[in-house]
């Protein structure tokens, strides 16, 4: 299966943050050490620059592949998560650049926390989690790539679940269709019987009737042949 353009494009762009991250704690190192920087500064805001164009690149991908229903809208809400938190890194970047001489331990930290916390005057100044204390930056790409594969492998999972019930409600609707089928059938059929009874209930009546008109004529006739005998029956 080929990769998503879209993650193979964020994980260049968090490699790009992570090297600014590498750049600037190297540059901090050279002007503690009284050497010349202006190398090092001109590298990072060239990289700054491209960071800033990969995430608005990622933006417009997300949207397009939202608006044009690519991704589902849990997925679309997990990668605009991803672009905050590309954005928030950018930000910290950009202030730790113009800051100079920031230690480069609190700038690896403030980039794993992923924000700054009201009250904090210094937003360098936060407390890096257990999970990424003593971790150098390709160990910690690896956690965030584990994370995303992760939650890549439980969409899928969602999406098998969600697949599978509208295969069952597909089903269901067939099977309802050959019901109201059979329905329409036996409908049809006993509107077919009615007529029939009707049809034969009329024809009992009319040789009912026509049985009785006979039996009258008959008993007539008899009546008649009867008089016509006395009437020429001789008399004594």
Not at 50 to 60: E, F, R
Not at 85 to 103: H, M, P
Request: charged fraction near 25%; hydrophobic fraction near 35%; charge should be negative.
């Amino acid at each position: 299966m080929a990769p998503d353009p879209w993650l193979s494009m964020y994980d260049s762009t968090c490699h790009i943050a992570q090297e600014i991250a590498e750049k600037i704690q190297e540059r901090n190192r050279c002007q503690r050490n009284g050497e010349n920087s202006t190398k090092l500064n001109v590298t990072i805001r060239s990289l700054l620059q491209n960071l800033k164009v990969k995430i608005d690149q990622l933006k417009d991908l997300l949207l397009r592949a939202i608006s044009t229903r690519q991704i589902t809208q849990l997925e679309g809400d997990r990668r605009q998560n991803l672009v905050d938190d590309l954005l928030t890194r950018q930000r910290q970047l950009q202030a730790s650049y113009k800051n100079d001489g920031t230690e480069p331990d609190v700038i690896r930290s403030s980039l794993m926390t992923g924000g700054v916390k009201r009250g904090v005057t210094n937003p360098w100044l936060l407390e890096e989690t257990e999970e990424t204390s003593g971790l150098g930056f390709g160990e910690i790409r690896q956690q965030q790539q584990r994370i995303i594969q992760e939650q890549d492998a439980g969409l899928d999972a969602l999406s098998s679940v969600l697949s599978r019930q509208k295969q069952m409600g597909q089903e269901i609707g067939n099977e309802l269709e050959e019901q109201n089928e059979i329905i329409d059938d036996l409908t049809n059929l006993v509107a077919n019987t009615d007529d029939k009874l009707r049809s034969q209930t009329r024809h009992v009546k009319m040789v009912d009737k026509k049985s009785t008109s006979c039996g009258m004529l008959v008993v007539i006739v008899l009546l008649l042949i009867a008089i016509a005998v006395v009437a020429v029956w001789p008399t004594h």
